[in-house]
């Protein structure tokens, strides 16, 4: 494929995109909500002006896909999520529809006909900032969502996550009853180009990675420590039940587990990224009585997710014992780890190095809704394209001429799968 003349289509959509969803500091594209409903209606009138088909499927993403080709019909299917985390980057998730939509604008172009048809799915509500849950979406195409997803609260509203998908035009009910809303049998494979959310690229000077696995992880959105609100000045430590104190104890205790397992050799990340007192009752003169903090680890290992669970479920039990205070769960999340198709790897190495971009295999420590694709048994692959400055944030810097080497890798895979020759 000729990726140089798709550049400036590139280069329009990601600055049309990122004036869009611009919140004032980065980028905002909240999961079905206006932000990633305003993106995708930009989407889908790019793609109708490029002479694309374009519908909406019953879990509300969008399709993309050449005009003479069936909806329903076995295809080779690419994508990515087009939501974002609040005051969020503009290439994460968006990097790869782009790719896919700029390899189905070549298709047409070219007039390719014959073969398996390639398909470019922009998936709702990949992020989990918004509802606590991860790749919904997706997952509700595969009948991963149900009755007590559903009842998820948005972060800011409050308003649920059945009720969001239903105003966005989803089959809540079916998704409700865990329907399979696609046939797995006609994905005959699936690819999703996105950039690298951690540092290891640009440290290694690597313009492309192809990705081995996925982390999968184990979550509590919230859990509450109980102890008692007392005077700070008058109690003395022997006679507290400190809420605060506690959750420190028990972070401390997790630190000690997680630096084991390292050194041992397992392969782990742990995160509290969410702790706070009630600010109705805090203050600088009360022990504090609740706390509220979040937990998660991630790996390539159910083993090893499963082993740090129960080490935490055991060291709150030992806290609770030594300083008289209570954990209360909420529902635990679990997003299993996904190996990517060997085959497909190979495809993606070999379309690298055909073009002369220096790449490495590299596992993906963030979750993606290839992980899904792959745990149903759909051959599934991805492709990193470097990042400066992490994800996440509002300075998410991939490089135009990196994108489009991906681009370019992309579409020689695509060529393969959908017109093999014999």
């Known amino acids: 494929m000729q990726a140089s003349s798709l550049r400036p289509l590139a280069e329009r959509l990601f600055a049309e995109l990122r004036t869009l969803g611009f919140d004032g500091i980065g980028v905002t594209r909240d999961s079905y909500g206006a932000g990633e409903s305003a993106a995708l209606d930009r989407l889908r009138a790019f793609a109708e002006g490029e002479g694309l088909a374009v519908e909406a499927d019953r879990a509300a993403n969008l399709v993309f896909r050449l005009p003479d080709t069936a909806p329903d019909a ?19 998730g968006l990097a790869g529809i782009v790719a896919g939509l700029l390899c189905l604008v070549e298709h047409l172009r070219a007039g390719r006909t014959g073969g398996l048809p390639l398909q470019v799915l922009a998936f709702r509500g990949e992020e989990s900032a918004w509802f606590g849950k991860a790749y919904m979406g997706s997952g509700a195409l595969f009948g991963k969502l149900g009755p007590q997803e559903l009842e998820l609260p948005q972060r800011c509203s409050g308003e649920t996550l059945g009720a969001c998908m239903r105003r966005a035009g989803a089959d809540v009910e079916a998704i409700r009853a865990g329907q399979l809303l696609v046939d797995p049998a006609r994905v005959r494979a699936y690819l ?44 003395p430590r022997w006679l507290r039940h400190d809420a605060m104190f506690s ?110 971009t220096p790449f490495d295999v590299i596992p993906s420590g963030a979750g993606h809704d290839a992980a899904l694709f792959a745990n149903a048994g759909i051959p599934s692959g991805m492709l990193f394209v470097r990042n400066q400055n992490g994800s996440h944030n509002p300075h998410e810097a991939m490089e135009i001429d990196d994108f489009m080497r991906g681009v370019q890798a992309m579409g020689h895979v695509f060529d393969r799968l959908c017109h093999p020759t014999p």
Do not use: K
């Not at 180009?193 to 184990?218: F, K, T």
């Open 74 to 92: 076995p295809a080779v299917w690419a994508g990515s999520h087009i939501d974002s985390v609040p005051q969020g980057g503009n290439f994460d």
């Open 192 to 235: 999703e180009l996105h950039i690298e959310q951690g540092p290891v690229m640009v440290a290694r000077e690597l313009p492309l990675a192809v990705v081995s696995g996925i982390r999968g992880n184990v979550r509590h959105n919230r859990i509450r420590c109980i102890g008692d609100a007392q005077h700070s000045g008058v109690v």
């Open 247 to 356: 959750v420190a104890d028990l972070i401390m205790r997790l630190d000690a587990h997680w630096r084991l397992l390292l050194e041992q050799g397992s392969d782990l990340v742990v995160t509290t990224g969410v702790v706070g007192t009630d600010p109705a009752e805090h203050s600088i003169s009360r022990v504090p009585g609740q706390v509220l903090f979040s937990f998660e680890a991630r790996s390539q290992s159910r083993e090893t997710l499963e082993r740090f669970y129960g080490l935490m479920r055991a060291e709150c039990a030992a806290v609770e014992r030594e300083r008289g205070v209570r954990f209360e769960f909420d529902r635990r999340l679990d997003s299993p780890p996904a190996l990517m198709d060997a085959g497909l790897c190979g495809l993606l190495r070999d379309a690298c190095a055909a073009q002369g």
